[in-house]
Antibody, heavy 118, light 107 residues
């Protein structure tokens, strides 16, 4: 069965770039939307954006100027870069899969906590 | 952006109670509405998609209904493992957005 696993630094300094990778195992990275979603401590969920296996992307306008999501099909991985981070970007970051035509997040990674602090 | 508003924000209920959570969209979204359950320290889990379709493996005590702007998630007989926070999410327009969550607590 398909599993997702986030990886990356748990601590990022203000103004630097947050970089995370999601590794897809147990299945192909093709024909799905591959998403990043975050959740600040004690609050709700915010969709960051997705990459399709073709490389096409869509981003939340609230973050669009700072976000890049990319895919590496040869490694079955996709990645998130969020630039110029502040304390407001402190959150649990999840990667998640969504099927085309359903756009429901049916498989999630366990999440990784990223703290922005000097 | 489409705003999703859930009510109540929290509720207390007993095992075997019937529980209903409401989600309202700020504009019509047809049936492009999904429901998730999240337990502390865990990732959300998909329960229902397309407003009323039960995700594979989800117990049949969960059901969803609605179309347009008003949607409900019903748990017909609350079980101990159902105490969690529930979120609705619209996929009608980018950015996909979530409700603020409804926390179901033990009475």
């Amino acid at each position: 069965q398909v599993q997702l696993q986030e990886s990356g630094p748990g601590l990022v300094k203000p103004s630097e770039t947050l970089s995370l990778t999601c590794t897809v195992s147990g299945g192909s990275i093709s024909s799905y939307y591959w998403n990043w979603i975050r959740q600040p401590p004690g609050t709700g969920l915010e969709w960051i954006g997705y990459v399709f296996n073709s490389g096409s992307t869509s981003y939340n306008p609230s973050l669009k100027s700072r976000v890049t999501i990319s895919v590496d099909t040869s490694k079955n991985q996709f990645s998130l870069k969020l630039s110029s981070v502040t304390a407001a970007d402190t959150a649990a970051y999840y990667c998640a899969r969504a099927a085309y035509g359903e756009e429901a997040f049916d498989i999630w990674g366990q999440g990784t906590m990223v703290t922005v602090s000097s | 952006d489409i705003q999703m508003t859930q009510s109540p924000s929290s509720l207390s209920a007993s095992v075997r109670d019937r529980v209903t959570i409401t989600c309202r969209a700020s504009q019509r979204i047809n049936n492009y509405l999904n429901w998730y359950q999240q337990k502390p320290g865990q990732a959300p889990k998909l329960l229902i998609y397309a407003a009323s379709t039960l995700q594979s493996g989800v117990p049949s005590r969960f059901s969803g209904s609605g179309s347009g702007t008003d949607f409900t998630l019903t748990i017909s007989s609350l079980q101990p493992e159902d105490f969690a926070t529930y979120y609705c999410q619209q996929r009608y327009n980018i950015p996909w957005t979530f409700g603020q969550g409804t926390k179901v607590e033990i009475k």
